[in-house]
């Protein structure tokens, strides 16, 4: 039974939000801290769940769902928490969120490990002597204030964060007032700065919104919408409105390395490493023969697309010949399609490239206006998210080496972890004079910093946020506490930034005691926007109620814009190393994504989707590949690049480009909590230092290397029986694809 | 006077629903011995005395009027075990509710400690007498609906199988082993499924009834 919190006779009884959580404070917090485990009947140990004068819907044993969101990645999907006794248990999605449709992915349920994990940083630290010490709050205030003095040392003062929206954003953006910092950084190791840069050019706006549902059939280069997307939830919602349609949605899913929506789909290609560009050129080409295709494109890019023939791009991709005019016929026949690019083609120094060879194809075949628009604009564009980069990162690094930097204020980021060893910014970070971290737990960058501070988890804080991929409508989804602080002496990174802004400006803070009031009257202030009729105090309990406030905002047509042929230019073919003759594809996991989530333990037993492989690392390599080798599974693997090496045991899967090896992103953490920390290795470490030439973003998966085997071999833990699923006898009659004919075997026709 | 017929109006609107069979049986009542010991009928066994922060008289508020108690209804405190998985301590407002109004009592210690709690706004850090396993979950709503409301037996009965006659003790204290044992053997009787006809039915014995 899902019951929702905040109703209006709460309202009516005087109790809000914050009163209910003072007046289950006590039992709450007792019961939390209590120990658990008795295994036989106990008297007299254990205190029982005791209230005040709780709210009358508020029945020891049964939950209350309050509304908040998720905050483990940037899709900002709309939660419910169940709270029971003053704890949260479990989380659940909102159905009034249009982003999350009342679901959570796996990695949004674990979120509430990091609540309870027992390695949450319990009080504010002060480095002497080069170790972390414990110190107050009151010093770590006086210190942070001081921040200014360090001009003399380095004119930039920065905050350094991970993506962040809604009125932290505004906080941030206000901080050169407070003195404290000059600038405000935003860094994201999996950054999607390259797509934005190129739809800008292309379509006029950074972000498209690509309609999975009104599309008969998707073809997808790398993007993995399903797992490790922008907005997987909403997308696979949508997914499924695509396969359930009366003609059955298709999804053609083209990558170097099999992703979760790899595995879906209808037909899977792979493609070399950084060719993606090539096959769509090619793909363009074959719809230019169609006379109505041919109009939508200028003499220049006919031109530009006129030398990838069949044989060219199947030599340069090393995707069959025959299937390029078989996909390109799949995607007239099955108008309106939708082509969607991901991160494998970012990843590359022609990164931009790629990209806009791709975004042809919907130009091409006029997508737009179909199954391609853009967002409205958002009512509070302040509000709006900072997504983040590398290259600013890159920047900022180098002033840092160069002593430009005076002090640093880190957030919601961990670019020790994520940066490549070329960077040295651990190194450089030593030489910022004062930086100072907010953390839940002791991560390698807080290691580092001269102030560690101890932050709320994102159950116990309130916040709003705003996805950068929006669904149906504009959502500004509102986070708020679903439980009291565990840790008294954890505070909100918007309480600290206000402090500091009131500090520096009183007259224009001084009437907002935390960041809760803060918050509550930037939203109050929204009202007009919303539900102007309603009264202040009401609409703030009907906003923490609902979690959302929501806008339905007609999508918009993307604008015609003339670009150039130069845009889709693809390189000459590159030659190879024969020292490194290996692609490095660090993999994104949908449950670790950069690395943020190796701290929880349920996503470190939850297996990786295409491997069941748990609490590990591993080296994906093809089986042709491991037979040239000489390689078997668990044999482990130095996988060495001009930068620096890894080791990992090899996994053998058919699901990979023979040139190249993946190694999953998230692992081989230095310091993060005890599940994070020994498990696997990290490949940010021995990245390449090549940049997409267009934006100077990081290219990901254009790091060659070598591979060499060492004569020990372990097991795997994995899920999966033996990979040999055959088991030595003949269980299941099997066929390879090439001698199936597909046109009668599956419910599609590719000819 | 008049506060006392205040509780009785307030037990007589609780109670609404609730009918109450006169006989009590004095068999759910039966006491075990030392600590850890049984009875002949191997299970009952007494457990210690657990000191709490006000050594709440559960004589004087639900024992019988003969012996000086106002024969006040379990349900009437323990509110939530008909309708949660766990019976719960009645909210401190609930004992203000009668209390403010009890003039006559006012200066006694127990009722002046609960009165500072209420000043404080600060919940009673009440001790917990029959704390199951982690591994079990035992639902107090099920047993309620099946023998006080199908069946009609009295609260102080019913609650009593488990509880043993906590209407004549002042704190409450285990007198009951709740072993794994204990329970089965009581979903392995024939009780009756209601007051009136003579179907009887037994209570569950799959292991997740109790274990999920
Ligand atoms: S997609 Fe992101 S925001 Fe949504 S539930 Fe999963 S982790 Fe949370």
């Keep these: 039974m899902i019951r929702f919190g905040m109703t209006a006779n709460s309202v009516a009884s005087g109790v809000n939000r914050r009163d209910f959580l003072n007046l289950v404070g006590l039992g709450g917090t007792a019961s939390v801290l209590a120990g658990c485990g008795n295994t036989s009947i106990e008297s007299g140990v254990e205190l029982v769940q005791s209230y005040v004068q709780p709210e009358t819907f508020v029945v020891p044993g049964v939950g209350v769902y309050y509304a908040s969101t998720c905050t483990q990645c940037g899709s900002a999907c709309g939660i419910m928490g169940k709270v029971r006794e003053g704890r949260i248990l479990k989380l659940e999605g909102n159905p009034q969120s249009a982003i999350s449709g009342g679901k959570i992915c796996g990695l949004g349920q674990a979120g509430i490990q990091g609540h309870y994990s027992p390695d949450r940083l319990k009080t504010p630290m002060l480095k002497e002597n080069g170790v972390l010490k414990a110190t107050t709050w009151e010093k770590a205030m006086s210190l942070l204030s001081g921040t200014v003095s360090f001009t003399a040392q380095g004119p930039r003062r920065v905050v350094l964060t991970g993506p962040t929206s809604g009125h932290l954003q505004i906080l941030l953006k206000a901080m050169p007032q407070s003195g404290a910092a000059t600038d405000h950084v935003v860094y994201d190791s999996l950054s999607t700065a390259v797509a934005a840069s190129v739809n800008l050019k292309m379509f006029g706006v950074e972000q498209t919104v690509g309609l999975i549902d009104k599309a008969g059939l998707v073809l997808s280069f790398g993007n993995d919408f399903l797992g490790a997307g922008d907005s997987p939830v909403a997308a696979a919602r949508q997914y499924a409105r695509f396969r359930k349609a009366e003609r059955r949605g298709i999804l053609i899913q083209i990558e170097p390395k099999m992703t979760l929506t790899g595995a879906n789909a209808d037909r899977w290609v792979v493609i070399a490493p950084g060719t993606e560009g090539v096959l769509a050129l090619g793909l363009v080409r074959e719809l230019l023969q169609r006379k109505e295709f041919a109009n939508n494109l200028s003499p220049n890019l006919i031109a530009a697309v006129e030398p990838y023939n069949q044989t060219e791009v199947s030599h340069i991709t090393g995707v069959r010949g025959d299937l390029i005019p078989r996909i390109a016929a799949t995607l007239w026949e099955h108008s309106p399609s939708l082509v969607l690019a991901g991160r494998y083609p970012q990843g590359h120094a022609h990164g931009s490239h790629n990209m806009a060879a791709i975004a042809l194809l919907n130009v091409v075949l006029q997508n737009q206006g179909k199954t391609l628009w853009r967002e409205a604009e958002l009512p509070f564009p302040q509000m709006a998210p900072a997504l983040g980069n590398f290259k600013s990162l890159r920047q900022l690094n180098t002033q840092m080496a160069a002593g430009d930097v005076g002090s640093m204020l880190i957030y919601g980021t961990n670019p020790v972890y994520s940066t490549p060893d070329f960077m040295r910014f651990a190194d450089n970070l030593q030489k910022v004079p004062f930086k100072a971290a907010w953390v839940t737990e002791l991560d390698e960058t807080a290691m580092h910093c001269d102030l560690v501070l101890p932050l709320m988890s994102p159950l116990e804080d309130f916040g709003t946020h705003v996805a950068a991929a929006q669904s149906d409508g504009m959502e500004i989804s509102i986070q708020q506490p679903l439980m009291e602080k565990l840790h008294p002496e954890a505070r909100s990174f918007g309480d600290s930034l206000l402090e500091l802004l009131k500090q520096a400006k009183p007259e224009s803070y001084k009437s907002f005691p935390d960041y809760y009031a803060y918050l509550k009257s930037a939203v109050v202030n929204a009202k007009p926007a919303f539900d102007p009729k309603v009264e202040d105090e009401e609409f703030w309990e009907n906003t923490l109620s609902a979690g959302v406030l929501r806008r339905p905002a007609a999508l918009l047509p993307l604008p015609a814009i003339e670009f150039s042929a130069d845009l889709v230019r693809q390189p000459l073919r590159e030659s190879r190393d024969a020292a490194y003759p290996f692609v490095l594809i660090p993999a994104v996991r949908p449950s670790m994504r950069d690395g943020k989530a190796a701290n929880l333990s349920w996503l470190q037993e939850s297996p990786d989707p295409l491997t069941t492989v748990v609490w590990d690392s591993w080296a994906e390599i093809h089986p042709s590949t491991a037979k040239q080798l000489q390689v078997n599974e668990g044999d482990v693997l130095v996988i060495k690049s001009a930068q620096g090496s890894i080791r990992a045991k090899a996994y053998l899967i058919p699901g990979i480009h023979p040139g190249s090896v993946a190694v999953p992103i998230g692992q081989g953490h230095e310091s993060y909590g005890r599940y994070a920390t020994n498990v696997g290795v990290n490949p940010f470490k021995i990245l390449d230092p090549i940049f997409d030439e267009e934006t100077g973003e990081l290219a990901l998966y254009a790091t060659r290397v070598a591979i060499m085997k060492t004569d020990q071999n372990e097991r795997f833990t994995k899920d999966e029986g033996a990979t040999n699923l055959q088991q030595g006898r003949k269980l299941v009659a099997t066929l390879a694809a090439d001698q199936v004919d597909l046109a009668k075997e599956t419910p599609f026709v590719i000819r | ?212």
């Design chain 2, 1 to 212: 006077m008049k506060t006392f017929s205040r509780i009785v109006l307030c037990l007589a609107a609780t109670l609404a629903g609730v009918s109450a069979a006169p006989v009590v049986s004095a068999d759910a009542f039966v006491q075990g011995g030392p600590i850890g010991s049984q009875t002949s009928d191997g299970y009952n066994a007494l457990g210690p005395v657990v000191t709490q922060p006000i050594e709440f008289p559960h004589n004087r508020h639900a024992g019988t009027r003969a012996n000086g108690g106002m024969e006040i209804d379990c349900l009437y405190c323990h509110t939530y075990a008909r309708r949660s998985a766990v019976s719960g301590i009645p909210r401190l407002s609930k004992c203000i509710g009668c209390h403010n109004m009890i003039e006559s009592v006012k200066e006694k210690p127990r009722i002046k400690t609960l009165l500072a709690y209420w000043d404080r706004r600060e919940a009673i850090p009440w001790k917990k007498v029959h704390d199951l396993p982690d591994f079990v979950r035992f639902n107090h709503e099920r047993h309620i609906q099946r023998f006080i409301f199908d069946q009609g037996r009295p609260s102080r009965e019913a609650c009593g199988y488990c509880h043993g006659d906590v209407a004549s003790m002042t704190t409450a204290r285990r007198v009951k082993a709740i072993s794994m044992g204990w329970c089965v053997s009581c979903h392995e009787k024939e009780h009756r499924i209601d007051a009136v006809s003579f179907k009887t039915g037994h209570g569950p014995n799959d292991c997740w009834q109790c274990h999920h």
